[in-house]
Each structure stands twice: as C-alpha cells, then as structure tokens.
C-alpha cells in the first residue's frame, strides 16, 4: 500500500484564517438591546430614552417619552420605591443614576409649562373603570389616547386611590397628585367620584359600556386577633391616613405602637410623630435584616426618631399598654414563641399589617373567579371570567405598589382597545436584556450622583415635603451619567476604530452603518463598544470557519 499522499496541493492560507481575510464570515450589526432599567420597571417605562433626550436638554420630548407608558411622573418620581434605580448598571461603578429625581423634575416641569397630551380620534366605544388610584388613572390615561370615551366611578371623594390616602402627604404632596390627575381629565376622562358601585352589571347595561376595568385596590386594613380592653385606641394605618385626609385626625396620645414592618408601618409611625406622639414604637416580629419595609424608608423613619421592638409580637393590649412576647427567628425563617413577655405603656396600636379589597359586589356578578387570598383571577390579557370585564392593580395580587398597578393599567388598556376591535391582545417580544458584565467601560472615570436636600429634622413637624428635587443642571447631569446599557448612543468609537473605514455614520440620531464592499470582519467595532449595541452576524450561508479566533467578547446570544 502506497504512503505517499494522493493529494499533494496545498492548504490555502484563507483555511488557516485567525482573524480578517479575504474571506469574510461574519459582520457587525447594531442592536437595541433591553436595558436592566427599562427591565425592571413594573410601568415599563423606556427609561434610557428619555433618560437621553434629557441628556440633550429636550425635556418636553423627554416627557413625552415618559408618559407615553406612564402619565404620572411627578408622582412616580417621589413615591415609588425606584426599582430602576436599584438595576441601574452604573451602581457597579460608583452610584446608581437618580432615576426617580430626573423623573420627578420632568413631572413638575410640565406642570409648569402647562404640556399636555390629545385625546386620539374618537372611536365610539365607550369603558367603565371601577376605581380611580394608579391603575384605572393609567388604564384611563392610554385608553383616552386611543381614542376610546372613559367614565372612572369612585367611592371616595378625591381621586388617586391609595395614591391620596394611602401616602402621606411628606412623601407625596397633594397639589403635585392632583395636577397631574387633573391632565388625565383635561383629555375627557368623566370623573364621577362619591360613587359606590354594588351592581356592576346593572352600571354597565345602563352606562352603555362596551368594556369595563375594575381596578379598586385594597383600601381595607387588616386586622389583629388580639384582645382590646379598657376602651384603648386601635385603628388600622389606612383608616388613619384616610382619617387625615379627611380631616378627622385623630389623638393617638403620647407613645403610640405600630405593628408591622413594612413600608406602610414606616409611614404610620412618622405619621404618629407628626400627629403629635413624643415616640412611636415599630413591634416587629422579625428582625431588621427580614422586615419588609424599602431600606430608604426605614432609614427615613428612624431618622425621624422612629423606634423598634424587633422579634416581638402583640399578645394582649389593655389599659397597661400592650403586652408582647419575644419570638425566636430560626435559621429557615420560621418563628417560635419563647413565652417571654414584656408589657409596652402604649396609648394607642396603629396595626399596618397589610390591606385587602372589598370584593362582595364582584361575587354578585358571577363568572369571575377568586384566589384564596380573594384576589381576583384574570387570564394573560388581564380579562375576568366575565367577557368584556377586565381587572388590575392591587385587586389581581402580586407585588401591590403604584407602579406595578400603573403597568397593569397599560396593559389593561392595550387589552381593552383590542377586545374593542374583536381582538386578542398579545404582548411583544422583548429584546434581549443587559447587564453590567456585559458592558466594556475601560474609558469611564468615576462621577458621583446629585443629592436631593432634605429638611433637617427640626423642620420635619407637619406634613410638608421633606425632600426637595433637582434642578436643570443636575438632571441634565444625572441623565449624561446613564451608560445607555445595550443600545447605540453614537459615542463614535465604532467609527474612530475601524481599520477599513467601513462604519458609516449616518447623521445625529440615526447612528451607523456597515459597507460590506469594505468590512474584513474583523470585530474590532464589536470589541470597543462600550454599551454592548453591536453584533456580529453571521454571513449568509456562511459558517465560522475552523480554527478562527472569536472577537474577544463574543457572546453567543439565544
């Protein structure tokens, strides 16, 4: 048997390729990626647009931006517990950008500048929302933009929801609330507040409605089953704040108990201290490290004087004060009671011990089904059992905050607007998210967050704001400090390193593009991007050929 080989041409150098060639396989391509801001907004906020435009001193497209997925954001701005913010990429380098701040400054600027939004063409169709707070507000604001008539009844005698009686007022001034729930109706929404609705079937035939968004909330406090004697003051946080927007607030006497460890316990005992009390004592039956309570809250409170009576829980409150037992916190989180009692001189018991909603009239109209926590079950485009009756918010379950029920009522309005035309709402497919690892910052020098000020404690007496936004300059520097995590905003690096001179910049705001007559492949433009913005695509009918070097950050994507 013959050795010598039959095939003695030789191997072309374009086989043994490790990185550009005459044979190209792959080239770049620039991408929109999911930012982890935008990723974590329960409003689904685009967060890095307007985050950009603001960058740019456009600030009323900024807005427009902004409230084109939310149309509270002077609101949002001061009373939401800012998951953007914790997401932020940039809290791996120094700070986290002030998300809320620049937020908060487009919604009071465009309350100074008067800017509104038109309604869309009229489509004759008309929906009831049950339930004026943050999710039938947004489901009312985006279904007035497409076009459809909105009529939101009430119980209550102001609108907001738990927006106006749920959050005190030094967290969320009332004059800011209700200039931008006064631009929802500047757009035609019909307000009917003082409104109980028990029959909604009967409110719907005669209302001639073609849909309807119950979005009600959970406005009722929980309650202890412990034993009151002596005539001693107990009321549930809500009913307190409600009492205080009503006008009726009451005497909680000297040293008030709040029982509860959440962000509504943190309110009620500030609260108790601006009402009056000289100390307000959290009784919490777990530690600070489990409480449930925002971190910025809790610090916020205890600041402000705040106490904690950590790992006890309320067995008896009587004339002597309120009797509490030591709980022992084990190792899987479970609780156990230790028979060691300790009696608090208390003059009154704030419980803040959660809410539920009052669902009797929604029983009454059968077809609609209930969790066992009596939350209401809706399908994937937010419909009831009951065709053409939709629910959100607090109501549905889930994580219960203002932002999460104004991201339902986006939702809710986009899926009402497609029953409207005989449709199934079915949401897009969100792009690929990024995080901070997969960013290339080797240029980006640290540069600390603005500081909003906040009144001392000496001038924190009533219930005016503690603290104050910012101004021009520094929401133009907070936006300039974003990343812009996944998406293109024309740095020029690309550009600048490019050996073929193959990126093409097409003008301001329309970013770049490749000539394929002179790209190499090379992934240089890929390897210097310092937002993660450029792909390399495969060629068509091409492979990856054996033996070839990847770019040095190539990731292979789903």
Not at 396 to 418: L, N
Not at 523 to 543: F, K, R, S, T
Request: aromatic letters at 6%; one cysteine or more; glycine letters at 10%.
């Amino acid at each position: 048997m013959s050795l010598i080989p039959s095939d003695l041409t030789r191997v072309l150098q374009a086989t043994l390729q490790t990185g550009a060639g005459p044979r190209r396989w792959q080239h770049p391509d620039w991408v929109d990626h999911l930012p982890p801001c935008n990723n974590a907004c329960p409003a689904g906020e685009n967060i890095q647009a307007w985050l950009a435009q603001a960058r740019e001193g456009d600030f009323e497209a900024a807005w427009r931006t902004l409230v084109a997925d939310n149309p509270m954001p002077a609101t949002h701005g001061r009373a939401c517990y800012h998951p953007c913010e914790s997401h932020c990429s940039r809290k791996d380098l120094d700070e986290p950008v002030l998300i809320p701040a620049v937020e908060r400054f487009l919604g009071d600027l465009a309350a100074e500048k008067d800017w509104m939004v038109s309604p869309g063409v009229d489509s004759g169709k008309r929906v009831l929302i049950v339930g004026a707070g943050p999710a039938g507000l947004a489901c009312a604001w985006h279904l007035r933009r497409m076009g459809h008539a909105v009529e939101i009844r009430d119980a209550m005698a102001e609108p907001g929801g738990m927006l106006h009686y749920g959050i005190p007022a030094y967290r969320l001034p009332r004059a800011e609330l209700l200039a931008e729930i006064a631009r929802i109706v500047a757009m035609g929404v019909t307000m009917t507040m003082d409104t109980v609705v028990d029959d909604l079937e009967r409110d719907i035939a005669e209302g001639g409605f073609d849909a309807c968004f119950v979005a009600i909330g959970t406005q009722a406090g929980n309650h202890l089953d412990i034993p009151a004697v002596d005539g001693r003051k107990m009321v549930d946080a809500i009913s307190l704040f409600e009492d205080i927007e009503t006008g009726r607030a009451p005497s909680l006497g000297r040293v008030v108990g709040v029982i509860g460890g959440g962000n509504t316990a943190m309110d009620a005992a500030r609260t108790a201290k601006r009402l009056g009390a000289e100390e307000a004592i959290l009784i919490y039956r777990r530690d600070r490290a489990h409480m449930r309570a925002d971190p910025y809250e809790a610090e916020e409170a205890f600041f402000e004087g705040v106490k904690a009576k950590w790992l006890n829980a309320p067995v008896r409150f009587g004339e002597e004060g309120v009797t509490v037992e030591a709980v022992a916190l084990g190792d899987d989180g479970s609780l156990h009671p230790t028979g060691e009692l300790e009696t608090l001189p208390v003059d009154s018991l704030v419980l803040a011990l959660g809410q539920h909603a009052e669902t009797e009239f929604l029983h009454r109209l059968g077809d609609i089904e209930f969790a066992r926590d009596e939350s209401v079950l809706v399908d994937p485009a937010m419909m009831t059992g009951r065709a053409g009756v939709f629910a959100g918010g607090d109501l549905i379950g889930g994580a219960r905050t203002m932002t999460v029920a104004t991201g339902h009522g986006k939702k809710a309005a986009r899926a009402i607007d497609a029953y409207l035309a005989g449709a199934v709402y079915v949401p897009g497919e969100k792009a690929t998210p990024v995080d901070f690892d997969m960013l290339n910052l080797p240029l980006f020098l640290d540069a600390g967050r603005s500081q909003m000020s906040a009144l001392p404690l000496n001038a924190r007496n009533g219930f005016a704001e503690v603290v104050a936004g910012i101004n021009t300059r520094e929401a133009r520097y907070e936006a300039d400090r974003c990343l812009s995590c996944g998406n293109c905003f024309e740095c020029d690096n690309c550009f600048a390193a490019c050996p073929e001179q193959a990126v093409v910049k097409l003008g301001k705001g329309k970013k770049y593009t490749v000539n394929l007559d002179l790209c190499t492949g090379c992934a240089v433009c890929y390897d210097q991007c310092p937002c993660h913005a450029i792909a390399m695509v495969a060629e068509p009918g091409g492979a990856h050929p054996e033996g070839a070097a990847k770019p040095a950050r190539f990731k292979v994507r789903p």
